[in-house]
């Protein structure tokens, strides 16, 4: 069974940073694309970055593109978002999914199968 577990949400002021990761278990896909999204209040889910664990090869969306790095450890099966630079309009549940590895690049939500619980973001004025 398959689970993604987030980790790393807080509470934080404007301009400050976090880091999230995200620790897989199971059996997923030997070349698989690991994401985030994001989904505000009210809002549509949105992909904020993504990558293949098998080249490393990084994707970013638009809304965070240039204060986001995503990262991972493939020892410790998990991916990391560092964020930096936050802002009030980042608030948001964050959530990791996981992909077979051609997804990557993509951010239709159903492309993805495995999702996690989510870890709160808010950020602060």
């Known amino acids: 069974q398959v689970q993604l577990v987030e980790s790393g949400g807080g509470s934080v002021q404007a301009g400050g940073s976090l880091r999230l990761s995200c620790e897989a278990s199971?059996?997923?896909?030997?070349?698989?694309?690991m994401a985030w999204f994001r989904q505000a209040p009210g809002k549509q889910r949105e992909g904020v970055a993504s990558?293949?664990?098998?080249?490393?090869?990084?994707y970013y969306g638009d809304s965070m593109k240039g204060r986001v790095t995503i990262s991972q450890d493939n020892a410790k099966n998990t991916v990391y978002l560092q964020m930096n630079s936050l802002k009030p309009e980042d608030t948001a549940l964050y959530y990791c999914?996981?992909?077979?590895?051609?997804?990557?690049?993509?951010?239709?939500?159903?492309?993805?199968?495995?999702w996690g619980r989510g870890t709160q973001v808010t950020v602060s004025s």
């Open positions: 999914a996981a992909a077979p590895g051609f997804i990557c690049g993509s951010w239709n939500r159903g492309n993805y199968n495995y």
């Open positions: 199971g059996t997923i896909y030997s070349s698989r694309c």
């Open positions: 990558l293949t664990n098998t080249r490393g090869t990084t």
